[in-house]
């Protein structure tokens, strides 16, 4: 399991945080890494020139995955550099906790573009473009199986996605493609840190078997297990990568 040679991987939102690690452990294992960005260019040339001094391959590529033009962009580029496109990470996301009474509309709208919206736009290039027997990973949320107050909202872009992915998955079965969506619980990362005390991070971190919270090197595993030639007969499933939290 994890070798990718002659593999291409876009991983959306893969300047820092999750998708970083996600696109530096794919071209460890041999793929070329489409490494796509919205606006934090310098932090996505560090992460391409760290692949290739390492040997690898990659490209960084800047789209807003919750524009259309900007997405069929992404996929035609990394057409264009590699030839062709094995696998696809859906990680771009954006995390806005409020009680629901102080949820703007423009909180609202945001989060579902670039949650919800961004997985629907690349879902339907992916189905275009894709090889036969190609990988489709979504990351979601563990907080799409609790209640936890200040997460209606972020929690429901998530479960929208985990929902688009299973059907999707039959729709795309007879060309060997595999969808599915792993659920992280919190993650030692700038996305899920922001705005919360220290305290508020213990707290959370207790509720994992572990009592602490996860870190990038927890998730990555089940991802490019997703993404292998073994996870063949794996479709339509949201798997929790949550430390027993759910």
Same mark, same amino acid.
Request: include cysteine; proline fraction near 2%; charged fraction near 20%.
């Given at each position: 399991?994890?070798?990718?040679?002659?593999?291409?991987?876009?991983?959306?939102?893969?300047?820092?945080?999750?998708?970083?690690?996600?696109?530096?452990?794919?071209?460890?294992?041999?793929?070329?890494?489409?490494?796509?960005?919205?606006?934090?260019?310098?932090?996505?040339?560090?992460?391409?020139?760290?692949?290739?001094?390492?040997?690898?391959?990659?490209?960084?590529?800047?789209?807003?995955?919750? /524009?259309?033009?900007?997405?069929?962009?992404?996929?035609?580029?990394?057409?264009?550099?590699?030839?062709?496109?094995?696998?696809?990470?859906?990680?771009?996301?954006?995390?806005?906790?409020?009680?629901?009474?102080?949820?703007?509309?423009?909180?609202?709208?945001?989060?579902?573009?670039?949650?919800?919206?961004?997985?629907?736009?690349?879902?339907?290039?992916?189905?275009?473009?894709?090889?036969?027997?190609?990988?489709?990973?979504?990351?979601?949320?563990?907080?799409?199986?609790?209640?936890?107050?200040?997460?209606?909202?972020?929690?429901?872009?998530?479960?929208?996605?985990?929902?688009?992915?299973?059907?999707?998955?039959?729709?795309?079965?007879?060309?060997?493609?595999?969808? /599915?969506?792993?659920?992280?619980?919190?993650?030692?990362?700038?996305?899920?840190?922001?705005?919360?005390?220290?305290?508020?991070?213990?707290?959370?971190?207790?509720?994992?078997?572990? /009592?602490?919270?996860?870190?990038?090197?927890?998730?990555?595993?089940?991802?490019?297990?997703?993404?292998?030639?073994?996870?063949?007969?794996?479709?339509?499933?949201?798997?929790?990568?949550?430390?027993?939290?759910?």
């Amino acid at each position: 399991m994890g070798n990718f040679e002659n593999k291409t991987v876009i991983v959306t939102g893969a300047s820092r945080g999750l998708g970083k690690q996600i696109a530096l452990e794919f071209a460890k294992k041999g793929a070329a890494v489409v490494v796509n960005y919205s606006s934090a260019k310098e932090e996505a040339g560090k992460v391409v020139n760290e692949i290739q001094l390492a040997g690898g391959r990659a490209i960084s590529v800047q789209a807003d995955v919750s /524009n259309a033009a900007d997405v069929e962009r992404l996929f035609d580029e990394a057409s264009r550099q590699f030839g062709k496109i094995d696998i696809v990470i859906n990680n771009a996301g954006v995390m806005i906790t409020k009680l629901l009474q102080d949820v703007s509309e423009a909180d609202f709208d945001r989060q579902f573009a670039i949650n919800t919206k961004s997985v629907f736009l690349v879902l339907k290039q992916a189905v275009e473009k894709l090889e036969n027997g190609g990988r489709i990973v979504t990351i979601s949320s563990s907080t799409s199986r609790l209640m936890m107050p200040g997460y209606s909202v972020y929690s429901a872009t998530k479960a929208a996605v985990e929902q688009l992915s299973k059907v999707v998955a039959k729709e795309v079965g007879h060309r060997d493609i595999t969808v /599915n969506c792993v659920l992280p619980g919190p993650i030692n990362t700038a996305l899920f840190r922001n705005g919360k005390s220290t305290e508020l991070i213990d707290k959370i971190a207790g509720l994992s078997a572990f /009592n602490r919270i996860g870190e990038p090197e927890d998730i990555v595993p089940v991802i490019l297990f997703l993404a292998s030639k073994e996870a063949q007969w794996i479709t339509g499933q949201t798997i929790g990568a949550n430390g027993g939290m759910s």
